[in-house]
């Protein structure tokens, strides 16, 4: 099946920072790649997506491109504010067993001011 | 309005005692999940179902029972609550394969 590794946090930065936050995976097939947030007390949301090799997904200012040669989907932003405080979930998806998604351990996120 | 709820949102119950938790979503998606958050854990798929009356087991299914008679809801059941059982239940939906996940608020489960 597939598994997920995630650095491990927390990950303290000062607002204006540059962020990156590793993810690699192992997957059977090809995967469809999520970046999920979590804010405290709130479920997880969508950050942002790829489908398909070199695909780079974005939105908020965080990017990750799907790089199949090294099976990684790093999460990046430029420039980290305080609200941008939470954990990040790094999930392949199992495309051909019911949409299954595989969280890595989440990576928390601390923004200072 | 449309989205996915969790019900209830907070619960404390007793070892042995029998507790559902509901999960409702109105976007008619096919698919829909359980997990459980732990520290320490991330995120664990307990079962998921591809579409009405079909359910499959997940990564820790052992104490749960699940069942899925219409599209929009999938309770969740464990049938003699244990404190090993003590979480945050998150419940997911999503329309197809390759398809984002969306996810409730979440239930957190006390069992005392």
């Known amino acids: 099946g597939n598994s997920v590794t995630q650095m491990e946090g927390p990950v303290t930065l000062s607002e204006e920072a540059f962020l990156t936050i590793n993810c690699t995976y192992t997957?059977?097939?090809?995967?469809?790649l999520f970046w999920y947030v979590q804010y405290p007390g709130e479920g997880l949301q969508l950050l942002l997506k790829?489908?398909?090799?070199?695909d780079k997904g974005s939105n908020k200012g965080f990017e990750a491109t799907y790089r199949k040669e090294t099976t990684s989907f790093h999460l990046e932003k430029g420039s980290v504010q305080v609200s941008d405080s939470a954990v990040y979930f790094c999930?392949?998806?199992?495309?051909?067993?019911?949409?299954?998604?595989?969280f890595g351990g989440g990576t928390r996120l601390m923004v200072k001011p | 309005d449309a989205g996915i709820t969790q019900s209830p949102r907070y619960k404390i119950t007793e070892t042995g005692r029998q507790v559902t938790l509901m999960c409702h979503q109105t976007?008619?998606?096919?698919?829909m999940f359980w997990y459980r958050q732990d520290l320490g854990h991330g995120l664990r798929l307990i079962y998921y179902s591809a579409a009405a009356d079909i359910t499959d087991k997940g990564e820790v299914p052992d104490g749960y029972v699940v069942s899925r008679s219409k599209t929009e809801n999938f309770p969740l059941t464990l049938e003699s609550a244990t404190r090993s059982q003590t979480s945050v239940y998150f419940c997911a939906s999503s329309a197809a394969g390759g398809q984002p996940q969306h996810f409730g608020d979440g239930t957190r489960l006390s069992i005392l």
């Open positions: 999930a392949p998806s199992h495309n051909n067993a019911g949409n299954m998604l595989t």
């Open positions: 790829a489908t398909k090799a070199d």
């Open positions: 997957a059977t097939g090809y995967p469809s």
């Open positions: 976007w008619s998606h096919s698919y």
